[in-house]
T-cell receptor, first 107, second 113 residues
């Protein structure tokens, strides 16, 4: 059974700081997803990656398949980045989710 | 292109009533997934459907819960004889055949009194 662990569970930072959220999983996967859940509850898919690194604006996601580890980085963080960030691995067609990291960026 | 739509957004039921949650996938998407998020917990997979077929229902509770995705119309998640423990946010997501990115709906918040 795949276990997905995220760290930290909660993270508070000042505007402008560089943010890193980590995700580890226990079995081989075909892809890993990073999702963002807004305070209102909606979920947005940020990245899907199976190797290497992807960048979108100030967000960067990396994955190390051998170490079964992925990171999500946010550069020049802003209060509007405040949300819960969730990593999820794919098992067949279903997603297995981490417990989420609650990020708060203070102005 | 409209995103994934779910309705109702909020649903209040009394114990013992039935809850019907609807999900309209993105245009052209034939795969639908239902997930549940209990209060203060992470998302959990419930069921994966294609048109007229249940592909994987390993996350569905054995009783009271059912799901369908008919040839025409939205996918329906049905909860019979609701109990307080069913109170949660229910999200559906959809994807294109063979494509892994799933697009999430806004969720239905079910409150059982």
């Amino acid at each position: 059974k795949n276990e997905v662990e995220q760290s930290p569970q909660n993270l508070t930072a000042q505007e402008g700081e560089f943010i890193t959220i980590n995700c580890s999983y226990s079995v081989g996967i075909s892809a890993l997803h990073w999702l963002q859940q807004h305070p209102g509850g909606g979920i947005v898919s940020l990245f899907m990656l199976s190797s290497g690194k992807k960048k979108h604006g100030r967000l960067i996601a990396t994955i190390n398949i051998q170490e079964k580890h992925s990171s999500l980085h946010i550069t020049a963080s802003h209060p509007r980045d405040s949300a819960v960030y969730i990593c999820a691995t794919r098992e067949a067609q279903k997603l297995v989710f981490g417990q989420g990291t609650r990020l708060t960026i203070n102005p | 292109n409209a995103g994934v739509m779910q309705n109702p957004r909020h649903l209040v039921r009394r114990r013992g009533q039935e809850a019907r949650l609807r999900c309209s996938p993105m245009k052209g998407h034939s795969h639908v997934y239902w997930y549940r998020q209990l209060p203060e917990e992470g998302l959990k997979f419930m069921v994966y459907l294609q048109k007229e077929n249940i592909i994987d229902e390993s996350g569905m509770p054995k009783e009271r819960f059912s799901a369908e995705f008919p040839k025409e119309g939205p996918s329906i998640l049905r909860i019979q004889q609701v109990v307080r423990g069913d109170s949660a946010a229910y999200f559906c997501a959809s994807s294109l055949f063979g494509q892994e990115t799933q697009y999430f709906g806004p969720g239905t918040r079910l409150l059982v009194l």
